[in-house]
């Protein structure tokens, strides 16, 4: 089978920059701009997430410095209203936090990030204490992997597992993450199997399978198993 999926744990950033319930406004804008981060946690006590104050907390400061709304504009802005007179991250922050854990996997961390339209979610340990951070950024670096790393884990874990008799006679070759099976199987029907698990390899950006009842001659160009 694959290996485990990739965690939180391999990506996440470190040393995270944090602030505190009290942080005012400017020190928070300072903050970001010192470390070149778009938000930062908000913590208390012995480092417990309770928040995150985002860009987005801080324009409606801005966006309603001279604006005169109309009193269904007011109604439907009330948040981004309460956010503009804020003054310290315990007014501006976004609560309750969104997080995550160390083990989650890296699809999960995505999906949560796709359906909450978030960039970052910090990373918190079963007591809510800040432990780092995930941003998009780390969860693409999975797509840095070179594609001899991925070509190794394709033969070793779904090869192996699928045909572990018909180990050289299956040859596997990625280019830039594209990964293609050729040979000679005995069993048609695995090839949608295999071309699944292949899927599942971190780092991999598409599969192109050609398991076939005939044996196919490999590209002498290919990284062959």
């Given amino acids: 089978m694959p290996d485990t999926?990739?965690?939180?744990?391999?990506?996440?950033?470190?040393?995270v920059v944090a602030v505190g319930r009290g942080a005012r406004f400017k020190e928070i804008v300072r903050t970001m701009r010192q470390w070149d981060v778009s938000a930062v946690p908000v913590l208390e006590g012995d480092g417990r997430v309770v928040g995150v104050v985002s860009e987005a907390d801080l324009l409606p400061k801005e966006e309603f410095r001279d604006r005169v709304l109309g009193r269904?504009?007011?109604?439907?802005?009330?948040?981004?209203?309460?956010?503009?007179?804020?003054?310290?991250?315990?007014?501006?922050?976004?609560?309750?936090?969104?997080?995550?854990?160390?083990?989650?996997?890296?699809a999960r961390a995505?999906?949560?990030m796709a359906?909450?339209?978030?960039?970052?979610?910090?990373?918190?340990d079963d007591e809510d204490r800040l432990q780092g951070i995930v941003s998009r950024a780390d969860l693409l670096k999975v797509f840095l992997r070179s594609d001899e790393d991925i070509a190794e884990e394709v033969r070793r874990t779904v090869v192996s597992y699928l045909f572990p008799a018909l180990t050289h006679t299956i040859h596997v070759s990625v280019h830039d993450g594209i990964v293609a099976l050729r040979g000679q199987v005995h069993d048609t029907s695995l090839a949608w199997v295999a071309e699944r698990l292949v899927r599942s390899v971190e780092g991999v950006v598409g599969v192109e399978t050609r398991l076939g009842g005939e044996d196919i001659d490999p590209d002498p160009a290919e990284t062959t198993g």
Avoid: C, F, N, Y
């Avoid at 359906?115 to 990373?123: N, Q």
């Fill in 72 to 106: 269904s504009e007011q109604i439907r802005r009330l948040p981004d209203l309460g956010k503009a007179e804020g003054v310290t991250a315990d007014e501006l922050m976004s609560t309750p936090a969104v997080t995550v854990h160390a083990d989650v996997t890296l």
């Fill in 115 to 124: 359906v909450k339209h978030l960039k970052r979610l910090p990373v918190v």
């Fill in 5 to 15: 999926p990739h965690l939180v744990s391999d990506v996440m950033t470190l040393p």
């Fill in 110 to 112: 995505a999906r949560i």
